[in-house]
């Protein structure tokens, strides 16, 4: 081998030894230049139930150049496709971002996957790890706590709520989501010794739509007031401006230990009542428990700091918060946002254009077909003295009547894509806002693909489940948006429907006034007033109704009153029938060509499912009506005009008033509300009852509380369908703490000995229900009436 080919060889690898490094270190600067980092935090600290939102923490940090990236949480589900949510994000140079992220997770995930991609390359990663259980999960209460010491409030740990056990979870104001719908898997908040005002207007108003839905707040006083109660505003029962010393004698004795506080004094907040709220617990004039409803939800306020001496070690704490928190907010059927699925489907496929063509335009169509195809054409042949042609007449009629009847049948559905949705809109007196929760169905008179987006921050998802054809290969894909949220490609074939639902808050267009009360005296109650439509729209087959009856007030026009006389009976609302309502209303349950009215009463069938075929009111005054094309859902098609058919049932939840008549009042189950162990129910059918039966616990729901004086009587009325003597109810005592047994007559009634024991705090009463768990066990009805001096 000659030296210069020895050279050329050397010289050539040191060009390679020279120039390989400078290749590698101006990718690596390239690397560190663009480098972005991503940290995830999953729900509220981990916590996750699958039929809820699933808020995601994210934090992006680019300390590189400028970059436009997708932040998607995403993972893989149960049909072999991936789910993800994602938004779009601008990331200058050196620059971070916090915002939410809101899934919807399946039961039993355990794991996704939080990523920053740019196009198809990803820059950053994280994994989390998570922990969610199916709907049964959804008997654990979840309290979370935001306090500068949450290790004061061990207590909440003990808390016996009436199914489950309750998780407690330690947060922080930054863990807060900005959406209320991310809220939803959180049953009570504590705040303590917090400064709130650093709660962002999103944050704040979150808060207020959560507890409308039916949360729970729990806000402390005491010697740090101020910084606790900057954010909350005007949430709060009770304004605080100052301080007091007091004694704790009321509280003691509210708890039912008479004896443990008798030389106590604390500091508590003082300051002025707001409008609506109701004094539970006051010491010589000075409240120390204070209670505001807002919607379904509750806002307390404890003007002591329950962590300091000598509340922190005391037993009653745990008592009050038991009561207070434990309790779940009685809510109506309707408002767990849950559809029956078959109903909501025949409400989407209700549309004029997918109805069969009239029986009318069939007839008249065959008979042109049969008088062109026959006399006609022979009459012409005939007349051109060409009849052999019929052999080509025939056929030919033939086809350009099946083409004229293809295209006459593709312009009858039309030519735009239609847009069926259909919103269940939930509102509450004070609260500006209602809950909306709606399906859309996307009909298509061709194959083809749509970008859906909704507005007003409200979040889409897949309706009943994904499916192979809804983005293809049972993927779900959305992305959030500043207004919203969009689902692109949604696949629909020739003639098919495809449907999504919708979960978001939108301002109240509805405007109800009324100046109806609650009117208790030593008779069955009466609820008594008038109502207006104050708003711009027609409501439609309106009907009021609240757990002991309901009354059809018809079409209600703008500026029109309708009056109110219901006498609440003595009954619980599981025996109001969902069908004989539609029937009141005059709705036909059997099919007809009324395309309106079988959407409506599909659709009310849908969100008004229960146990029994009852409408289940649990407690409350409600006005439902119905608007057609008035008033928008804010889904659409982007870059596409479809025709739309939007029908809203609304349903506004009252607040009347309280009178009294008598000095003796007559208070049954119609004005209570409870929680049943059954869940939402409080009657059964069953041939394998636990042997331990069920629990149900009746709370008044008045919006302004009777501080009872004296207890005249307490009788129950079991209804069933066993022999009386098969039925083994016993009422728990408050004071002695024990179940006392309770025999029933012949007709199932019983009264209750030394009712006064027997009701708890704010007038508690707790019921349970046993049977032979071999035998059919079969309960219809729990009535109850409680005769009370105020």
Same mark, same amino acid.
């Given at each position: 081998?000659?030296? !210069?080919?020895?050279?050329? +060889? ?10 390989i ?8 600067r ?5 480098a ?6 999953? !729900?509220l ?31 893989? %589900?149960?049909?072999?496709?991936q ?17 939410f ?17 740019d ?32 290790s004061?409030?061990?207590?909440? %740990? ?5 199914? !489950? ?14 959406l ?12 303590? %010794? ?12 979150a ?48 708890a ?5 506080l ?24 000075t ?5 505001k ?71 008249c169509w ?20 060409r009849?052999?042609?019929?052999? @080509? ?39 500006? *806002? ?40 049972n ?20 003639? !098919?429907?495809?449907s ?7 301002s ?5 006034q ?9 008779k ?15 409501? *439609? ?14 079409? +209600?026009?703008?500026?029109?009153? *309708? ?7 003595n ?10 309502? /539609?029937?009141? @209303? ?14 409506r ?23 439902m009506?119905? /608007? ?12 596409? *005009? ?18 009294l ?34 629990? +149900?616990?009746?709370r $008044? ?13 307490? /009788? ?19 004071q002695?703490e024990?179940? /006392? ?13 030394? $009712? ?35």
């Amino acid at each position: 081998m000659s030296n !210069g080919f020895i050279q050329k +060889i050397l010289f050539a690898a040191t060009l390679f030894a020279l120039f390989i490094p400078l290749g590698a270190g101006r990718e690596a600067r390239a690397q560190s230049q663009t480098a972005v980092t991503v940290t995830a935090k999953a !729900g509220l600290r981990g916590f996750c139930k699958s039929d809820k939102w699933l808020p995601v923490h994210v934090t992006v940090e680019n300390k590189g150049a400028d970059v436009n990236a997708r932040v998607q949480a995403s993972y893989k %589900n149960g049909a072999n496709g991936q789910t993800a949510v994602g938004m779009d994000v601008s990331l200058p140079a050196t620059s971070r971002k916090e915002f939410f992220l809101y899934m919807t997770p399946e039961a039993f995930m355990r794991s996704f996957t939080v990523s920053v991609l740019d196009g198809d390359k990803t820059l950053a990663k994280t994994n989390l790890n998570i922990s969610c259980g199916d709907r049964s999960g959804d008997m654990s209460m979840l309290f979370g706590i935001l306090a500068d010491a949450p290790s004061n409030y061990i207590a909440l %740990n003990n808390v016996q709520p009436m199914m !489950g056990d309750v998780q407690t979870v330690q947060l922080e104001i930054a863990d807060l989501p900005d959406l209320a719908q991310g809220w939803g898997m959180l049953d009570a908040l504590i705040i303590s %010794n917090v400064d709130t005002g650093s709660m962002t207007a999103e944050q704040k108003q979150a808060l207020k739509l959560w507890l409308a839905s039916g949360g729970k707040l729990f806000v402390t006083g005491g010697i740090q007031w101020q910084p606790t109660a900057a954010g909350l505003g005007d949430l709060l029962p009770l304004q605080p401006s100052s301080t007091k010393k007091v004694g704790l004698t009321a509280l003691s004795a509210y708890a039912m230990e008479p004896d443990s506080l008798t030389e106590s004094e604390t500091t508590v907040a003082t300051g002025k009542l707001q409008a609506n709220a109701n004094v539970l617990v006051e010491q010589d004039g000075t409240p120390l428990l204070v209670e505001k409803e807002i919607g379904f939800g509750k806002v307390y306020y404890f003007a002591a700091d329950p962590t300091l001496s000598p509340l922190n070690d005391w037993d009653g704490m745990e008592k009050i918060y038991e009561h207070l928190l434990a309790f779940k907010s009685p809510k109506p059927s309707w408002a767990g946002g849950t559809w029956d699925i078959y109903n909501a489907n025949t409400a989407l496929s209700t549309l004029p254009e997918l109805s069969l063509p009239s029986f009318v335009y069939i007839c008249c169509w065959l008979g042109l077909y049969i008088v062109i195809i026959a006399p006609a054409n022979y009459f012409v042949l005939r007349r051109m003295k060409r009849t052999e042609l019929a052999w @080509i007449t025939v056929p030919a009629l033939v086809v350009i009547f099946t083409c004229m009847a293809y295209f006459s049948g593709y312009a009858y559905r039309g030519t735009k894509p239609i847009l069926n949705r259909i919103m269940l809109s939930q509102g509450w007196q004070g609260v500006d *806002k209602a809950q909306a929760t709606a399906l859309v169905g996307v009909y298509s008179p061709t194959r083809t693909t749509y970008n859906l987006e909704s507005q007003e921050q409200t979040l889409l998802y897949p309706f009943p489940t994904i499916n192979e054809s809804l983005q293809g290969s049972n993927n779900w894909l959305s992305a959030k948006t500043d207004s919203g949220t969009v689902v692109p490609d949604v696949r629909v074939e020739i003639g !098919g429907m495809q449907s999504l639902g919708m979960d978001g808050y939108l301002s109240t267009t509805l405007s109800i006034q009324h100046n109806l009360k609650y009117v208790l005296s030593d008779k069955t109650p009466v609820l008594k007033g008038s109502l207006t439509n104050a708003s711009e729209y027609e409501l *439609k087959d309106a009907v009021i109704i609240a757990p002991g009856g309901w009354e059809v007030l018809g079409n +209600i026009g703008p500026g029109e009153s *309708k009056k109110i006389n219901l006498i609440l009976s003595n009954t619980n609302s599981a025996s109001i029938s969902r069908y004989a309502l /539609t029937s009141a @209303i005059g709705w036909d349950v059997l099919p007809n060509d009324k395309i309106e009215e079988r959407r409506r009463s599909a659709f009310f069938n849908a969100v008004t499912t229960s146990y029994n075929d009852a409408l289940g009111v649990n407690s409350g005054v409600y006005l439902m009506a119905w /608007t057609d094309n008035d008033i928008s859902v804010p889904v659409t098609l982007r870059d596409e *005009k479809p025709n739309v058919t939007d029908t809203l049932f609304h349903i506004e939840k009252l607040t009347p008033e309280v009178e009294l008549e008598s000095a003796k009042l007559k208070l049954t189950s119609s004005v209570y509300g409870w929680e049943s162990s059954l869940g939402d129910t409080v009657l059964t059918s069953s041939y394998n009852l636990p042997s331990n039966g069920y629990n +149900i616990d009746f709370r $008044p729901t008045l919006r302004v509380p009777i501080h009872i004086s004296k207890v005249s009587s307490l /009788t129950f009325t079991i209804g069933t369908n066993n022999a009386p003597q098969q039925i083994h109810p016993s009422i728990w005592n408050f004071q002695t703490e024990t179940w /006392t047994p309770l025999t029933l007559g012949s007709f199932g009634s019983v009264t209750v000995p030394e $009712p006064s024991q027997h009701l708890g705090m704010d007038g508690e009463i707790l019921l349970n229900i046993q049977g032979d768990p071999n035998n059919y066990f079969d309960i219809i009805s729990v009535d109850f009436v409680l005769m009370v001096q105020p």
